[in-house]
């Protein structure tokens, strides 16, 4: 747990800030309960209008992407890693970008599809540990909308298949 608290302070100290105008502490506190608590709460929905809006992402996104990532490396309560893998769907799957960051000339959008690109590998490992249906299928969603190799996705979909009777295989065009 001292890598991901670590990990919790590097990407969301004092100075980042929360779409809400405050500093990005609370959403680290937050993150960090969520880890720890072993029940999954805060849930998802507790993130929204601080990370996300529907389905438009905030800057703080792409650190808490970050994090969402480094929580797949560490053993939590099914209830938290499934928390931490909504989070990050959610986060990946997101439409637009709040209008003020286009300003800025950053694509928050395309910088969180690259933090779950860069672990992708880790999102693999989850699809096949098949510990449950929402983590597997959310999972393989995130690689989905990654546009990975489609041979591997359609391989993968196979091999973990009770697992993800209810996701859908992407058309190559899909993706």
Request: charged letters at 20%; aromatic letters at 6%; proline letters at 3%.
């Amino acid at each position: 747990m001292d890598f991901l608290r670590n990990e919790i302070d590097r990407q969301l100290g004092p100075s980042v800030k929360c779409s809400c105008g405050r500093n990005a502490v609370h959403v680290a506190e937050d993150l960090l309960y969520l880890a720890e608590a072993g029940n999954g709460s805060p849930r998802v929905n507790a993130f929204e209008g601080h990370v996300f809006d529907g389905d438009v992402i905030y800057e703080v996104a792409v650190p808490v992407a970050k994090v969402c990532m480094a929580a797949l490396t560490q053993e939590l309560t099914i209830d938290s890693r499934v928390t931490f893998m909504l989070l990050l769907y959610t986060i990946v799957t997101a439409d637009g970008q709040d209008l003020d960051i286009g300003i800025a000339n950053r694509n928050i959008v395309e910088e969180c599809l690259e933090v779950a690109r860069r672990g992708v590998w880790l999102l693999y490992a989850e699809v096949l540990a098949g510990v449950t249906g929402s983590l597997a299928g959310h999972a393989f969603m995130i690689i989905q909308t990654l546009g990975d190799d489609p041979d591997r996705l359609r391989a993968v979909h196979r091999m973990a298949q009770p697992m993800l009777d209810w996701v859908p295989l992407l058309d190559e065009n899909d993706m």
